[in-house]
T-cell receptor, first 111, second 114 residues
Framework: GENVEQHPSTLSVQEGDSAVIKCTYSDSASNYFPWYKQELGKRPQLIIDIRSNVGEKKDQRIAVTLNKTAKHFSLHITETQPEDSAVYFCAAVAAGNKLTFGGGTRVLVKP | DTEVTQTPKHLVMGMTNKKSLKCEQHMGHRAMYWYKQKAKKPPELMFVYSYEKLSINESVPSRFSPECPNSSLLNLHLHALQPEDSALYLC?????????????FGEGSWLTVV
């Protein structure tokens, strides 16, 4: 089955700096890669996604890149703000629309 | 509206109790999911329903019994649970069950087994 590795597990940045989270996946059949943000006690919320026919996607301060050959994808958050503090999960989707999550990255943005 | 509604938000049950978690969506989604999330861990898939039929069971113990009465509702029946089953149970839905359909999560039901 699919296996997704996510790094780092914790990330502390100063407000205004950039944050980068990296993930690798194992199943070459995976073709959809969503990113979820989960605040404490809340649901995972989709913040951005990328499909395997696209190399990069941007939405305001958030961007995601995908390297299918190397089987890795990354989340970039620019100009971080305190409200960006949360746990971020990458995921890969293969057959049956099964989400396999990475282990999560706890991001802390210090004012 | 990307709303998936779950009830109850919190549930405490004894190991001999029978209880149910409920999930509802009115987005016309035809795939619904149950995930389990332990503290500081990612969600783990339990079941997938596609067009009201169970399509994936991730080897979940039989003390968890899913039910999909119609395309808008998904239940999870709980019986003879163990304390280690205490977790956040997340319902989710997507338009279809094909790869790449965006999955939307409900707020979850916090379950404590005593």
């Amino acid at each position: 089955g699919e296996n997704v590795e996510q790094h780092p597990s914790t990330l502390s940045v100063q407000e205004g700096d950039s944050a980068v989270i990296k993930c690798t996946y194992s199943d070459s059949a995976s073709n959809y890669f969503p990113w979820y943000k989960q605040e404490l006690g809340k649901r995972p919320q989709l913040i951005i996604d990328i499909r395997s026919n696209v190399g990069e996607k941007k939405d305001q301060r958030i961007a995601v890149t995908l390297n299918k050959t190397a089987k890795h994808f990354s989340l970039h958050i620019t100009e971080t703000q305190p409200e960006d503090s949360a746990v971020y999960f990458c995921a890969a989707v293969a057959a049956g629309n099964k989400l396999t999550f990475g282990g999560g990255t706890r991001v802390l943005v210090k004012p | 509206d990307t709303e998936v509604t779950q009830t109850p938000k919190h549930l405490v049950m004894g190991m001999t109790n029978k209880k149910s978690l409920k999930c509802e969506q009115h987005m016309g989604h035809r795939a619904m999911y149950w995930y389990k999330q332990k503290a500081k861990k990612p969600p783990e898939l339990m079941f997938v329903y596609s067009y009201e039929k169970l399509s994936i069971n991730e080897s979940v113990p039989s003390r968890f019994s899913p039910e999909c009465p119609n395309s808008s509702l998904l239940n999870l029946h709980l019986h003879a649970l163990q304390p280690e089953d205490s977790a956040l149970y997340l319902c989710a839905s997507s338009l279809g069950s094909g790869n790449g359909n965006t999955i939307y999560f409900g707020e979850g039901s916090w379950l404590t087994v005593v």
